[in-house]
Structures are given as structure tokens and as C-alpha cells.
């Protein structure tokens, strides 16, 4: 048993990797001993990573777990760790952390404590993932947003969507999806003027390790980024030129002379001389 503490409580329960993990559970219960309720039945372990469950503590109750075989040929050994956290700060929109975007933003952040962020799935997130809030004021210019997972995790447990409009009317701009490879997960798009958009980093499992990276920048469009505006380059000479693709926009909407509808480039020109 313990006692809550108005904090996020935490439980993790874990077999040894030769049981059979089907004939465990964890039940969690709150009242007293002789009235018990059931809080909730954490389930079957059937994973080589512990079995999970989190709820808020009510300042002073004290919650009971029993941790059962179901089998009498089961292994009885077994590992749990009861921890209790803080709620994060920027928990919910309305407390979302602001990234100043002039610069070159990188934050460092952990889901643990965070709760769920909705009932139902929305823009790529489960009703049970749960999250922490960030925002930034777009300028007109081109946003970059870069998110990265340790390599030791399960990238595919996490998401970071993107939204517009109020916390009380949010309206999803993009689900980044989730990180599969060693590199940040990357999305850019034009953030207007003065707008307010809000990326909600989340966990979608209870046992994902929850720390990231989330680094934002805002760039100008290159003045090269359409064809009419493409740099002349003087080819009566041997020219070298030195540049980059950050902050350009798509050029086309399907696949075009090898270029990929998502690609983003920049355009010089230059005039033949029949040479």
C-alpha cells in the first residue's frame, strides 16, 4: 500500500523473462480493507518491458495493490516500483510552454507525470497518450520543427501533432507521426503572422521512455525558392556557387523530373552559348 500524495502515482510490475507472463496481474484498490474498490486491474504482463499503470494519488488515501499468479506452476517472482511524480507544468494547452522561434530553439523534456490530452483520437493521438504542450508565434517565415527520442526507446510510441487556434478550439495542422529512425523526425511548414500554433509532444505507452528533444526554428524563404526568381548564374565563366535548401517551399504537387511532391528546393538559371 501507500499514500497519495495529490501527484502522479506510477506502478511498474515486472516477471522474470522465463515465466509464462500471461498468469500475473496487478490489481489496484482504494478504500479501507474491510470495504475495498477496485481502482483498476493493471493486467497481464505479456511484455519483456514492465507492465504499466499511472493515476493521480488523492492527497491522503491510501490505495492497496495485490499483486497475484494465477497458476499454482506460475514463477512467483516478481519486481514492482511505486513512484510518484509531479503533474508537468505545461500539462495542458492553456500552460503550454512558449518557444521563442526568432532564434534557434532546442528544449529538452520529459512526458512523465503528463496526463491524457483527449477522450477520443485527435490529430494522431490516442485517448490514453499523454502529453506535454509547447507553442511559438509564427513571423511569416518558414517553421522547422525537429523532434528526437533517445536511442535506446521505442520510436514508434511517439508523436508530435500540431495544432492552430485556441486550446478551447484547436484545430489539428499536422501529425508529425511517429520517430522511426536514429535522425529527428522533421516537419516544416509557413507559420503566419502573428498565429499561434501549438505542438503537443506525447507518449502513446505507459512504458515508452519518456524524454525528447524538440528544437524549433523559423527561417526566410530564399529568394531563389521559385523558378521566375531563380539565380542567374554567368556561366562565361567557371562559376561555383554556395547555398542552401533550408526554408524552401515544394516546387510541385506530383512527381516531377525526379523531384518528389515533398521536396523543397532552389533555382538558378543560366544561358547556353552553344558551347
Avoid: M
Amino acid at each position: 500500500s501507500f499514500v497519495g500524495t495529490g501527484k502522479v502515482a506510477r506502478v511498474e510490475y515486472q516477471v522474470p523473462l522465463i515465466s509464462n507472463h500471461s498468469f500475473y496481474n496487478i490489481s489496484i484498490f482504494t478504500g479501507t480493507c474491510d470495504n475495498l474498490f477496485c481502482l483498476g486491474d493493471v493486467g497481464r504482463v505479456f511484455s519483456v518491458q514492465p507492465t504499466v499503470h499511472e493515476f493521480v494519488g488523492e492527497v491522503g488515501a491510501t490505495y492497496y495493490f495485490l499483486v497475484s499468479a494465477k497458476s499454482l506452476d506460475a514463477i512467483s517472482s516478481y519486481n514492482l516500483k511505486i513512484s510518484q511524480y509531479n503533474v508537468p507544468d505545461n500539462n495542458i494547452c492553456n500552460n503550454a510552454t512558449v518557444v521563442d522561434s526568432t532564434l534557434s530553439s532546442t528544449v529538452f523534456g520529459s512526458t512523465i507525470g503528463a496526463l491524457p490530452d483527449f477522450t477520443i483520437e485527435t490529430c494522431g493521438i490516442k485517448s490514453l497518450s499523454r502529453g506535454v504542450w509547447y507553442s511559438f508565434v509564427g513571423t511569416g517565415k518558414v517553421a522547422r520543427v525537429e523532434y528526437q527520442v533517445p536511442l535506446i526507446s521505442n520510436h514508434s510510441f511517439y508523436n508530435i501533432s500540431i495544432f492552430t487556434g485556441t486550446c478551447d478550439n484547436l484545430f489539428c495542422l499536422g501529425d508529425v507521426g511517429r520517430v522511426f529512425s536514429v535522425q529527428p523526425t522533421v516537419h516544416e511548414f509557413v507559420g503566419e503572422v502573428g498565429a499561434t500554433y501549438y505542438f503537443l509532444v506525447s507518449a502513446k505507452s505507459l512504458d515508452a521512455i519518456s524524454s525528447y528533444n524538440l528544437k524549433i526554428s523559423q527561417y526566410n524563404v530564399p529568394d531563389n525558392n521559385i523558378c521566375n526568381n531563380a539565380t542567374v548564374v554567368d556561366s562565361t565563366l567557371s562559376s561555383t556557387v554556395f547555398g542552401s535548401t533550408i526554408g524552401a517551399l515544394p516546387d510541385f504537387t506530383i512527381e516531377t523530373c525526379g523531384i518528389k511532391s515533398l521536396s523543397r528546393g532552389v533555382w538558378y538559371s543560366f544561358v547556353g552559348t552553344g558551347k
